[in-house]
């Protein structure tokens, strides 16, 4: 008695505990809503997404031109640099020819503002590397779709753990309510004269098994509540209470296949094009590159003056025919991570083709399964009502009653079990099949 009193104290603190925190309903709809909208794996993978646009934007460079501006001051005495200050400030005079001057020269200060440009015009390697970078931009695109696709299935299979943990709640509420009625009945009959002892203490040690039961079942409430707070990155963590039902839901499984058109395959095929580019951009480093270039500078002996001026344009074209075995090894490297990625991709294609073929069958059992437990439940529940009515009459004995009770509260737990097993494989097949 005192081990059944301690585990009813237990189970009131702990169901006043429940009433003490929020109790908030909420929606599917509004729990997919705040998940888009707040989840950290989606701003993560959109923040992904960024760092591939700019390593992209970087790439204009090869087609658009680099322009820097630099303003430089010197005082010198070195006989060159000062000969050719003065020449590039046009101060030049006769005097400066005197050898002993030229030798000898004293301190000159030159100042020069230097406007500098130069325009890339093939850069062949360069056009594949950029290539390869969107294709990396577009592969994280197609990722942050995939990430909330599998959020939208989380979230699914989220609430309806929420949904059955507060069936699993009702349903033992009501195995402890007629447990205690059973235990009621037990306890007349016995001071009747018409149980023994052991019969009541049988009922009593039902009592606290749905009791026990119940506490677990209010501890996966939390549980599911708590993820879905985490989902929607809500750091209240209040008890959520669905406003949708858990019922069955419809689905049609005929044609549903694996689709290369599904954004995280189409990612990983924007990958191994990324790997293709970077490939034929190692491959056309051997080849010679050509840039324009220009520059109009400013000389003066006074700081950020120009009363002389200059400009200078020309095109270079430069080849790097051999840099050691650096180049050879690198276009070995990426043809091999192009490879690779080839392999990954099929193996990735053929495992979600594995995954949809088991989910299938999965489906298949779910809805054989659900046909046998409403079947098995409606059994119970009658079986129940008929030894309930025979246990008050006298006619059942107590243990025969307490296996009916304990089956039936059983077979509701399966039923809600099923429907969420049901509906879960469902949820899983639409999402391997997305396109």
Request: glycine share 2%.
């Amino acid at each position: 008695m005192k081990k059944h009193f301690y585990i009813s104290l237990a189970l009131l603190a702990f169901s006043i505990s429940i009433k003490a925190q929020e109790m908030v309903p909420i929606a599917k709809a509004e729990v997919l809503a705040k998940v888009s909208e707040n989840n950290t794996s989606i701003k993560i993978s959109e923040e992904e997404f960024k760092q591939a646009k700019a390593d992209y934007r970087q790439t204009n460079a090869v087609f658009l031109p680099n322009i820097t501006a630099s303003h430089t001051a010197i005082a010198t005495t070195n006989p060159l640099m000062a000969f050719g200050s003065k020449l590039n400030q046009e101060i030049l005079t006769q005097n400066d020819f005197n050898p002993a001057l030229l030798n000898d020269p004293s301190q000159i200060e030159n100042y020069a503002t230097k406007f500098e440009i130069q325009q890339p015009l093939i850069n062949v390697d360069g056009i594949f590397q950029r290539k390869a970078a969107k294709s990396k931009m577009e592969a994280m695109s197609l990722k942050t779709e995939r990430t909330q696709d599998y959020l939208a299935f989380e979230v699914e299979k989220a609430y309806m753990q929420l949904q059955l943990a507060y069936k699993a709640v009702n349903v033992l509420e009501k195995a402890l309510e007629a447990a205690n009625a059973n235990k009621k009945l037990a306890d007349n009959s016995f001071k009747q004269g018409y149980l023994q002892r052991a019969d009541v203490l049988n009922v009593e040690v039902r009592v606290t098994e749905v009791q026990n039961q119940l506490q677990t079942a209010k501890s996966n409430v939390q549980n599911a509540s708590n993820y879905l707070s985490f989902l929607m990155h809500d750091e209240n963590y209040v008890v959520y209470t669905p406003t949708d039902e858990l019922t069955v839901a419809s689905f049609t499984m005929e044609d549903k296949k694996v689709s290369e058109n599904r954004s995280d395959i189409k990612a990983m095929q924007m990958a191994s094009n990324a790997y293709e580019a970077i490939n034929k951009a190692d491959k056309m480093a051997f080849l010679p590159r050509l840039n324009a270039f220009g520059s109009y500078e400013l000389y003066d002996d006074q700081i950020f003056q120009g009363d002389a001026n200059g400009y200078l344009f020309g095109a270079q074209l430069s080849w790097d025919i051999f840099q050691g075995s650096k180049r050879f090894g690198k276009a070995q490297k990426s043809k091999s991570e192009l490879e690779k990625s080839k392999l990954e991709y099929k193996q990735y294609v053929s495992k979600s083709n594995l995954e949809l073929n088991k989910a299938k069958r999965a489906f298949i059992d779910a809805e054989n399964k659900l046909k046998l437990t409403t079947l098995a439940l409606e059994q119970s529940e009658e079986s129940l009502r008929i030894r309930t009515n025979r246990f008050k009459e006298g006619l059942e004995k107590t243990s025969d009653l307490l296996l009916a009770e304990t089956q039936y509260s059983q077979k509701q737990l399966e039923y809600y079990q099923t429907i969420f097993e049901y509906n879960y494989t469902q949820a899983y097949v639409q999402f391997l099949t997305k396109e």
